[in-house]
């Protein structure tokens, strides 16, 4: 059965650093774009960096210069390394990705979400 599992997420003062995992398992062939999100409650999930399989990334205008995305293809795990943490990126962090099946189908999957608590 194909899962994405989110860990890294917890509690760190304004100023600090966390750095999330996201762990792809099951009958992979490949993945292409991967992501995070985050979602605080009574609002809409919203991006927060996206990279693609030959690595290219794209980030929120929030988080540009303090996020940073990476991915390990070998391994199927995907990384979003947060530093100079603020209360406002306080939320329930989901890794999203475009996984191609060793059946050849498509799809779309989400983690289960972590959250990360910013303290001011």
């Known amino acids: 059965q194909l899962q994405l599992v989110e860990s890294g997420g917890g509690l760190v003062q304004a100023g600090g650093s966390l750095r999330l995992s996201c762990a792809a398992s099951?009958?992979?062939?490949?993945?292409?774009?991967m992501g995070w999100y985050r979602q605080t409650p009574g609002k809409q999930r919203e991006l927060v960096a996206t990279?693609?399989?030959?690595?290219?990334?794209n980030y929120a205008d929030s988080v540009k210069g303090r996020f940073t995305i990476s991915r390990d293809n070998a391994k199927n795990i995907l990384y979003l390394q947060m530093n100079s943490l603020k209360p406002d990126d306080t939320a329930v962090y989901y890794c999203?990705?475009?996984?191609?099946?060793?059946?050849?189908?498509?799809?779309?999957?989400w983690g289960q979400g972590t959250q990360v608590t910013v303290s001011s």
């Open positions: 099951g009958s992979i062939f490949s993945i292409n774009d």
């Open positions: 999203n990705a475009a996984v191609v099946l060793t059946t050849r189908s498509l799809i779309d999957v």
């Open positions: 990279i693609t399989g030959g690595s290219f990334t």
